[in-house]
């Protein structure tokens, strides 16, 4: 069954258009990622979609309801938003009973829903305190407290964790995990800049750009099938490497950037391909072996390692390969030196082609 | 603890074992450096330079007329009375009627005190509304308004003659009232808006989502964290309207007028000898409540200044 649904939504100010003709199905109990980089229209996609913004043209629909000209309060959704915003002068437990009380829900149906939130999120205790003695975590779980005591079927979060340091962020992050998975039916928007956030927390991700959804899929397909250029570089840290050349059709198919070919019998083409002509490959850096495990794969070839970035779990190697930028991943505990020339190998079938005038994939 | 103190305590120790030779720690501050006594001696000048009118005013205010006549005005006086008080206060003359300030003073309190009020519960909504409601012509409504603080007074002191006539205002309290309350707008719009703009806004948004309209946010959001910002404009308001004189003088009759413009009648009068320890014990009298406004509220006023700084 849909939750939300965007038909054919318009928003501008003036003169500039933020979102263009945008279809979205959000199916209920599923975790959607809105993910791009700053001032792609994610986030006033979620103001639309919560009332907090009018929009040009278009409709939403919430659980099957035409919500486009409805309060925020009267939409059925909550909100969290990145610096908390939690009401200064009110305790925790004001700040829960605002929206009820000013629903007019009965006192007692109040300190119930108090108590069953404050009991998910392990905040009972901090409940006579104001947000100034609360630190960022406990803050943000207060934050979505707040969200979670109006009894909704549909969570939107706006870059959460963002304001929160690397430790905390990454323990809150399980934690919404946690609580989707708790309560079963509640529909998740998710708002963030943040690819591991979106990748561990989603069911299906949205990518978007200028206003437009790039690619809307499973993290999986994200990450090993992105539908275009832009995807492909936006997901993955170290980003994946791009070779420009050519592509070959006689006989078998063929990746040639100068000197160096690159089989592709055994790479799936999407709908799109194969077309002979100028084309972009991609590999991810943690798709390209060295040494022995880069004897089995379909492709070889002999690079000198330019610089050495260990972090500790794995060393990333920054090459060159036919006068490409070659970053590949290897083990930590691998001896790499700059200087050397080392094997590298990879499977074409884990690459990405995309067409080099209109970079969708091949 | 413990363990924590001792440990602090073997670090010092193991630091002061080791001789370092040269400067180390903190630099040693100088008492007598040039810099202070330059520093202390320019801050005591500029005082002594507010403070001596003052000074004589209050000396001035307790000393008897012959004593005035000698003509030592620094001199402390010889034997102090407060009787120019008494007379500022109750019998001065001002024009016909001869019961001195005291007129004056609660005119002036039932001037000002509806009047701060009035234009701060307006001027605080208009903020709020320019601020976090971004209607059609919010900018165009405020422009308006910002440059109403640019015309002259005195371009409008007619026309508003005019206008208070005709509604039946000229002459009484609630006429100067309302001057005061439309005069003291633009300042006090701009100012609430820009404290009101400083308040995050998915604060605003959240209460949204909670289901609070345009006055329960302004009541229970933004009302109560906004207390630095009340007190200015309070401060503002009080010491500006207690201190109008030409509004006073203009729109009231001689039972009306507010206590500036009688202090003015009793100084100035020409007949008779000058009292002047009665003219510099009304001036004080006339002066304490906005002096009792700022000491009252100093700490909040810098508080109010330095709002930007004030975080949810």
Known sequence: ?362 | MASIVTLNTVGVADRASEDLVGPRGARPARAFSRRNIFLYGTLFVVALYYLLPLYVMVVTSLKGMPEIRVGNIFSPPLEITFEPWVKAWATACTGLNCDGLSRGFWNSVRITIPSVVLSIAIASVNGYALANWRFKGANVFFTILIIGAFIPYQVMLYPIVIILREIGLYGSLTGLVLVHSVFGMPILTLLFRNYFSSVPEELFKAARVDGAGFWGIYFKIMLPMSLPIFVVALILQVTGIWNDFLFGVVYTRPETYPMTVQLNNIVNSVQGVKEYNVNMAATLLTGLVPLIVYFASGKLFVRGIAAGAVKG
């Not at chain 1, 199916?27 to 791009?36: D, Q, S």
């Open chain 1, 1 to 362: 069954m849909t939750s939300v649904s965007i038909k054919k939504l318009y928003l501008s100010f003036g003169e500039v258009e933020v979102l263009k003709d945008l279809e979205l199905e959000i199916e209920k109990g599923e975790f959607l990622v809105l993910l791009g980089s700053s001032g792609c229209g994610k986030s006033t996609l979620l103001n639309c979609i919560a009332g907090l913004l009018d929009i040009t043209d278009g409709q939403i629909l919430i659980n099957g309801r035409n919500v486009t000209w409805e309060q925020p309060k009267d939409r059925g959704i909550g909100m969290v938003f990145q610096s908390y915003a939690l009401y200064p002068q009110m305790t925790v437990e004001g700040n829960l009973a605002f929206g009820l009380k000013n629903a007019r829900v009965p006192k007692d149906e109040i300190d119930r829903r108090i108590a069953r939130a404050a009991a998910i999120l392990h905040i009972e205790p901090l409940l006579k305190r104001k947000p100034a003695q609360l630190s960022g975590g406990q803050r943000q779980r207060v934050a979505i407290g707040r969200a979670l005591v109006r009894d909704v079927d549909v969570f939107l979060f706006d870059e959460p964790l963002s304001n929160l340091d690397a430790k905390l962020r990454a323990e809150l992050r399980v934690e919404i995990k946690r609580l989707h998975q708790q309560l079963a039916n509640t529909t998740m928007i998710y708002v963030t800049h943040d690819q591991i956030e979106a990748m561990t927390l989603a069911d299906r991700i949205a990518i978007m750009r200028s206003g437009a959804i790039q690619q809307l899929a499973d993290p999986h397909t994200i990450y090993n099938k992105p539908v275009n250029k832009y995807v492909a570089g936006f997901i993955g840290s170290p980003g994946i490497n791009f070779m420009d050349g050519e592509l070959k059709l006689n006989g078998s198919p063929a990746f040639r950037a100068g000197e160096t070919r690159i089989g592709l019998e055994r790479y799936a083409f999407s709908g799109n391909g194969p077309r002979q002509g100028p084309v972009t490959f991609g590999i991810r850096p943690e798709h390209v072996f060295m040494d022995r495990a880069a004897a089995e794969q379909p492709f070889r070839a002999e690079v000198g390692v330019e610089v050495v970035e260990p972090m500790g779990a794995d060393t990333l190697v920054w090459s060159r390969l036919d006068g490409h930028e070659l970053r590949f991943r290897v083990d930590g505990q691998v001896p790499v030196r700059k200087g050397e020339r080392v094997q590298i190998g990879f499977d074409p079938a884990r690459a990405s082609i995309f067409d080099a005038e209109t970079e969708m994939r091949l």
